[in-house]
């Protein structure tokens, strides 16, 4: 209960705009680890990867959040909608932003926003009770 209210989206966008503005040495396409498949190949993920990652498991819960009803979806539902505004008028803007990482991230935020409104509105339309006139 406590995260609804709350784009979760955020928190990406927030780590995304910490380490590109205020450390700008940091390469998102630095390798974390590496990691032996039983294929016999290296799967190589970088920051990039995780972040993206991190991301998509965010949205997955903000599409949970997205099926309650009520004053606190709604002002969700807003929330979401102002940071994909602002994720995308800074990827417009923003040298720093123009990069792939970025512009997933504005993706999976439009993703949320479509997601959010489709699921919330077909949820109200399951709760509206359709009463039949009594004959008199």
Do not use: C
Not at 65 to 89: C, E, N, Y
Not at 123 to 131: D, G, H, L, N, T
């Amino acid at each position: 209960m406590f995260a609804l209210g709350f784009p979760l989206l955020l928190v990406p966008f927030a780590l995304y705009n910490m380490i590109a503005l205020l450390m700008p040495g940091v390469a998102w396409t630095a390798p974390v680890t590496t990691v032996h498949m039983m294929s016999g190949q290296d799967w190589v993920p970088t920051w990039e990867d995780l972040l993206i990652a991190f991301a998509v498991l965010l949205l997955a819960v903000e599409i949970i959040k997205a099926t309650r009803i009520g004053v606190r979806t709604i002002i969700d539902h807003m929330l979401a909608m102002l940071l994909f505004i602002a994720m995308l008028v800074e990827f417009l803007l923003v040298p720093r932003a123009a990069t792939s990482t970025f512009f997933l991230l504005t993706v999976i935020a439009a993703v949320d926003v479509l997601v959010g409104f489709t699921v919330g509105i077909r949820s109200a339309q399951r709760q509206v009770k359709i009463e039949s006139e009594r004959p008199a």
